[in-house]
T-cell receptor
Framework: GDSVTQMEGPVTLSEEAFLTINCTYT??????LFWYVQYPGEGLQLLLK?????DKGSNKGFEATYRKETTSFHLEKGSVQVSDSAVYFC?????????????FGQGTRLTINP | DTAVSQTPKYLVTQMGNDKSIKCEQN?????MYWYKQDSKKFLKIMFS???????INETVPNRFSPKSPDKAHLNLHINSLELGDSAVYFC?????????????FGEGSRLTVL
């Protein structure tokens, strides 16, 4: 079945550091790919998405590019802030019957120190 | 206005009891979901309803019974609670499938079974 694998956390960085959170997927065909963010005590919010190969999703300084050849969707940000501290989830939605649900990775907890 | 609201936010109960969690969305979406987040933050879909019809039931024990009285509500009833049911349960909604659409999550209901 479809699955998503993210880099293990937790990740701790200093403010203004460069961030990469790796995400790879296994799916039949070409799924849509998403990054969701969960701030402490809150539900998940969509951060960005890409629905076809080579698409780049971006939002709030975060970017991720849909790489079909490496089945990856790594999340990057050039300069992180303390307010970016949260848990980040990579997710996919398949086609057909798989378009009825999101499959999530295990989440990566990010802590940014001032 | 909260788009997806769940009640209660916290629930502490004894093993063997029966409890319910309610969810309502005011976004006019036609699809609603229940996800379970375990202590390691891993998110897994439990159920999905489209226009009050069950679409997905991901091998959840039949002690869990979702009910959708209308497309704006999806409640979760759990019978004979077990220790392993302790988790955060998230309700979510979307318009249509998840392939291109965004899931909107509630803030979660933390269930603790003693």
């Amino acid at each position: 079945g479809d699955s998503v694998t993210q880099m293990e956390g937790p990740v701790t960085l200093s403010e203004e550091a460069f961030l990469t959170i790796n995400c790879t997927y296994t799916a039949t065909g070409y799924p849509s790919l998403f990054w969701y963010v969960q701030y402490p005590g809150e539900g998940l919010q969509l951060l960005l998405k890409a629905t076809k190969a080579d698409d780049k999703g971006s939002n709030k300084g975060f970017e991720a590019t849909y790489r079909k050849e490496t089945t990856s969707f790594h999340l990057e940000k050039g300069s992180v802030q303390v307010s970016d501290s949260a848990v980040y989830f990579c997710a996919l939605s398949g086609k057909g019957q798989g378009a009825q649900k999101l499959v999530f990775g295990q989440g990566t907890r990010l802590t940014i120190n001032p | 206005d909260t788009a997806v609201s769940q009640t209660p936010k916290y629930l502490v109960t004894q093993m063997g009891n029966d409890k319910s969690i309610k969810c309502e969305q005011n976004l006019g979406h036609d699809t609603m979901y229940w996800y379970k987040q375990d202590s390691k933050k891993f998110l897994k879909i439990m159920f999905s309803y489209n226009n009050k019809e069950l679409i997905i039931n991901e091998t959840v024990p039949n002690r869990f019974s979702p009910k959708s009285p209308d497309k704006a509500h999806l409640n979760l009833h759990i019978n004979s609670l077990e220790l392993g049911d302790s988790a955060v349960y998230f309700c979510a909604s979307s318009q249509g499938g998840t392939n291109t659409g965004e899931l909107f999550f509630g803030e979660g209901s933390r269930l603790t079974v003693l």
